[in-house]
């Protein structure tokens, strides 16, 4: 016990200078580049002329301001399950505390809607999707298709419905998806086409990216923000918790229960009963579905909030994080995020004025050359050239294509909060040329071969 008091002592003592909290540091900004979207049947962007990422970052000694429109850089959409909305401008500012404590009480569940922000300023959800199962009339209910729920929106009915495996054709490349314009990711946002068992085939025709890239070899980037203000880090970390152990895949604490029908909760309370388990409704397709399982003396392993204390590259003397957890596929696995209950003191808010005296942030991230990682592909290639960024990209990047004597034949930028960007090589004729990347920090010049 003792141990753990003097780690959160560190911890309150690091984050007591403003200056150096990573909650204020590491937001994606930007007031120029706008996003795009595609259309069903349409594989080019369209340009919503919406700003994406934050726009601003302000910060007192107890709280950091963050402003939104909620709109990723990476291309949205399209969602094809009959969603009408796009991602649209979300005019929002989070209040998210510097300073977050543990919940000594009751934890506080999370609810529908947001319980977090990812660094580029979209919204994360918990695993529900608002539907649920109505043990009265032996059938969903909530959601677009469906009667209401008894007890209205919000309901904690016997059986709730997990979105991930659910809405999954609603989902797009970039595994996100709009609610009434709120875009926002449940799970890991990392494009679909790099998982290593890909389960979707909504990257194959619309093309896109996500927040960042898994990489098994390095730890993962800081991604954002739950409601009770500690961090969310991507899907690999230290195995051990003081910063040993090296690089490991962070597991998520749940299991899928051996059941076959759905008549009690995991502790075993008697419930009415939901649908069998079958091909309709299978395995996991309810949050009921799952169950905690102690690992104790396994530090990789995450407690029931998925989360853990632990050191990270930017809290070296530890904090609590929560982790995006995927399976050894890199698929998302449940709980996801955060939940179903948080860790901390909910705190955070959506606010629309700021009611206290405020310094602002300006950011200078960037990504230096010993922290790229790029695969260039197909190489050689005859029509389009793909750029894919190791990791999450903090900084512009722009991408040159050149011949041999350094005549400029294309150019391409990747922004940031996004991690792929294409040349055309079409038209170009056969022959070796170089691909150039850089930008504040670096010049990076990688052989490439066009072919007829």
């Known amino acids: ?28 900004q930007n007031t120029t580049q706008t996003g795009s979207y595609y259309t069903t049947g349409n594989p080019t962007p369209i340009g919503n002329n919406i700003l994406v990422n934050c726009q601003a970052v302000q910060y007192s000694t107890n709280w950091v301001y963050v402003t939104t429109t909620g709109v990723p850089a990476y291309v949205t959409g399209p969602f094809q399950d009959g ?10 500012i989070f209040k998210i505390p510097l300073n977050p404590t ?45 009667p209401p ?84 880090y991507g899907a690999y970390g230290f195995k051990n918790a003081d910063g040993s152990g090296g690089i490991t895949r962070i597991k998520s604490g749940y299991q899928l229960r051996a059941i076959s029908s759905r008549t009690v909760w995991a502790d075993g309370t008697d419930v009415p009963d939901g649908p ?16 905690f399982i102690s690992h104790a003396g396994q ?15 930017e809290y070296p003397n530890g904090i609590y994080c929560y982790f995006a957890t995927v399976d050894a596929d890199w698929n998302s696995a449940y709980p996801y995020v955060v939940g179903p209950y948080f860790y901390g003191n909910k705190t955070a808010a959506k606010v629309t004025t700021i009611g206290e005296t405020v310094t602002t942030y300006t950011s200078t991230a960037g990504i230096k050359e010993s922290e790229i990682s790029v695969n260039v592909f197909p190489n050689p290639v005859n029509d389009l050239l793909i750029v894919q960024l190791n990791g999450l990209n903090t900084s512009e990047i722009f991408v040159e294509l050149l011949d041999l004597n350094g005549r400029l034949i294309s150019k391409q930028t990747i922004h940031q909060g996004s991690t792929m960007g294409y040349i055309d090589v079409s038209t170009v004729y056969a022959g070796k040329y170089l691909l150039k990347l850089n930008n504040q920090y670096f010049t990076k010049t990688i052989a490439v071969e066009v072919v007829k």
Request: charged fraction near 15%; hydrophobic fraction near 35%.
């Open 1 to 28: 016990m003792k141990k753990i008091i003097m780690f959160i002592g560190s911890f309150i003592n690091l984050v007591s200078f403003a200056q150096l909290n990573p909650a204020i540091t590491h937001w994606l």
């Open 83 to 92: 969603n009408p909305s796009q991602a649209q401008n979300q005019n929002a």
């Open 102 to 146: 543990q919940n000594s009480g009751n934890p506080t569940a999370t609810t529908g809607g947001n319980i977090g922000i990812f660094i580029n300023g979209v919204a994360l959800f918990d695993y529900r999707d608002g539907v649920a199962w109505n043990t009265s009339t032996n059938s969903l209910c909530g959601g677009p298709g469906n």
């Open 149 to 232: 729920c008894p007890g209205g929106p919000g309901a904690n009915m016997s059986w709730n419905r997990d979105a991930v495996p659910a809405e999954k054709p609603g989902f797009d490349c970039s595994k996100g998806h709009p609610a009434m314009g709120n875009y926002h990711h449940h799970q890991n946002p990392s494009a679909y086409k790099l998982d290593l068992n890909v389960i979707s085939t909504i990257c194959d025709l619309y093309d896109a990216d996500g927040l960042y890239t898994i990489d098994s070899t390095v730890h993962s980037p800081l991604i954002g923000y739950a409601y009770d203000g500690f961090p969310i």
């Open 276 to 291: 069998a388990v079958n091909t309709t409704y299978p395995l996991g397709y309810f949050r009921e579905d799952y169950e």
């Open 299 to 313: 530090a990789d392993y995450l407690d029931e909030h998925n989360g853990r204390f632990c050191v990270t590259p």
